[in-house]
């Protein structure tokens, strides 16, 4: 008699493997602090001559009639139209030292409008206020620690002071500390600037902390970056209406540059600027080679 055959048990699918995980996206870079890294460094005589360009009076008048968050996009897309019209060729009137005022206007738009989104108790700002603080107390120790190194050297000390921008408005202090710090690198590249930044302070370990200093600020100022948009704030008006008339000043130049024979481009006023029309009279720039008048 033939044996009965014995069933098998099915083989049990073999389980399925998780998809991996999708990488965090980076932060998102702001293009006015790339900029920032491109273009000259602002000193504090030619960032008081520009701002005096325009009275407070008259940036508010424009900041109260728009939205911050409107006209900090719309000033991203023309600071970048704006670059690459200087690299071609820059009018009379306008150089890259206009530029990288507008983008510092820019970043301070930013910030603001961050400001205005943000709650006073929220994390990611008392953080923030933590990182500014490190990174301001490291600016000054860099500061003292090149212009002992640089006594007597009239350029070392003058490229010191340009480089030094007090202002603690994040991205300012970002890109002041990367300037600063790239003054203290050079300095070590000789074997007797080496010895020399060693004796005030410069040691190769604290620049690699000044490194982390500003990584950390970096990340401190991205995660606020997304914070929700409320009401504008006196303050945010204010700046958003400097970049708009920034911006005006910017468009004007081109233009009179073109009609006076310049083979420049042309700029394109967004929706924001566009509603103010043409340049007021009353809008004169100083002449930043002449002594400006007490701030």
Known sequence: MAAKKTKTAPKKAAPK????????????????????????????????????????EQCKAWGDTTKAAAVLAEAERFISELNGALK?????????????????????????????????????????????EVADKTRKKLVNGLLAASSGDANSRKQVTDRNESSKTP?????????????AVQLRR???GEVLADEVGLSEAFLSS????????????????????????VT????????LREMAFAVTT???????GETVVGLRPGQNLSRFGS???EDVVPDPDKTPPPA
Do not use: C, M
């Open 88 to 132: 071609k060729r820059a009018p009379t009137g306008y150089t890259k030292n206009r530029l990288s005022w507008l983008a510092s206007l820019v970043n301070e738009l930013e910030d603001a409008v961050d400001g205005d989104g943000a709650s006073a108790g929220d994390s990611s700002r008392v953080k923030r206020a933590g990182a500014i």
């Open 210 to 233: 000044v490194s982390g200093v500003v990584e950390s600020l970096r990340a401190a100022n991205e995660a606020t970056y997304d914070a929700p948009r409320n009401q504008d704030s």
């Open 190 to 192: 000789t074997d007797d």
């Open 171 to 183: 991205h300012v202090l970002e890109s002041t500390l990367t300037g600063l710090l790239q003054l």
């Open 17 to 56: 493997k998780a998809a991996p995980k999708k990488a965090a996206a980076p932060p998102k870079s702001r293009l006015a602090v790339k900029l920032l890294g491109e273009l000259p460094p602002l000193d504090e005589r030619r960032r008081r001559v520009f701002r005096l360009a325009f009275s407070d």
């Open 279 to 281: 340049r007021s009279e």
């Open 254 to 260: 081109f233009r009179n540059a073109r009609e006076a």
């Open 236 to 243: 945010t008006n204010l700046i958003e209406g400097r970049v």
